[in-house]
C-alpha cells in the first residue's frame, strides 16, 4: 500500500495564478482532509470529506475549493493564488469516527510545498 | 471555541533523560486525542491515539495520558534519544465536531548527545 500520496511535492506560483493539488489514498478510507501548516501555527483545518460526494468547510477555508469526486481522490485548488497561501499542505484521511479507535487514526501524506510570489 | 495548546514550543534535553512534553485542550468532552512526530520537512507519523474511555496509551518508550476532567495530555518519553529529535504535536477531536480534528502548534523537541 502506498498509504496518502500528494502531487506535486512543490509548486511556485504567481500571484492570481490557480493550481489543483491532488491527494490520492488507497487504504478505503472515508474521511479526507486537506490541512495548512505555517511556521508556529500548527495544522489548520482547510476543507474535509466524509465521503464521496460531500465536502465542508474547515477552519480557514477562504480561498480554496475542493472535490471529492471518487472516494480515494480529494483535490484541493486555488482559483486565484495570493502570497498569504504560501505554506505547506498537508492531505490526511482515516476510516471514520465510529468502530474501533483503530479507525480513528488519521494517516497523512508526505505534504505539498506551496509559494506564491 | 474549541483549542489546543502545547507548552513549551521547544525543549531541549541532553540525551538519556526522561522527559514530558504537555497538551492542554478546552472543552473535556472530546472523542479521542492523538500524538503525532513530525520530522523537518515531513509528514506527520502517528505515535499514539487514546480514546476518551482510555486513560493513557504505551507504545515502546512512549506513553501518553489523559485527563479529561483537567484538560490535559502528556506524552511522557523514557530514555530519551537523539533520534527523537522531532516537534511532537498533539490533536483533539471533540464529539460535537467529531468529523474533524484541532491541532496543537507543537513542541518541537531538541535531544543534545
Known amino acids: ?117 | 471555541k474549541q483549542e489546543v495548546t502545547q507548552i513549551p514550543a521547544a525543549l531541549s534535553v541532553p540525551e538519556g533523560e526522561n522527559l514530558v512534553l504537555n497538551c492542554s485542550f478546552t472543552d473535556s468532552a472530546i472523542y479521542n486525542l492523538q500524538w503525532f512526530r513530525q520530522d523537518p520537512g515531513k509528514g506527520l507519523t502517528s505515535l499514539l491515539l487514546i480514546q476518551s474511555s482510555q486513560r493513557e496509551q504505551t507504545s515502546g518508550r512512549l506513553n501518553a495520558s489523559l485527563d479529561k476532567s483537567s484538560g490535559r495530555s502528556t506524552l511522557y518519553i523514557a530514555a530519551s534519544q537523539p533520534g527523537d529529535s522531532a516537534t511532537y504535536l498533539c490533536a483533539v477531536r471533540w464529539y460535537s465536531s467529531a468529523s474533524k480534528i484541532i491541532f496543537g502548534s507543537g513542541t518541537r523537541l531538541s535531544i543534545r548527545p
Open chain 1, 1 to 117: 500500500n502506498a498509504g496518502v500520496t500528494q502531487t506535486p511535492k512543490f509548486r511556485v506560483l504567481k500571484t492570481g495564478q490557480s493550481m489543483t493539488l491532488l491527494c490520492a489514498q488507497d487504504m478505503n478510507h472515508e474521511y479526507m482532509y486537506w490541512y495548512r501548516q505555517d511556521p508556529g501555527m500548527g495544522l489548520r483545518l482547510i476543507h474535509y470529506s466524509v465521503g464521496e460526494g460531500t465536502t465542508a468547510k474547515g477552519e480557514v477555508p477562504d480561498g480554496y475549493n475542493v472535490s471529492r469526486l471518487k472516494k480515494q481522490n480529494f483535490l484541493l485548488g486555488l482559483e486565484s493564488a495570493a502570497p498569504s497561501q504560501t505554506s505547506v499542505y498537508f492531505c490526511a484521511s482515516s476510516y471514520s469516527t465510529g468502530g474501533p479507535p483503530s479507525y480513528n487514526e488519521q494517516f497523512f501524506g508526505p505534504g505539498t510545498r506551496l509559494t506564491v510570489l
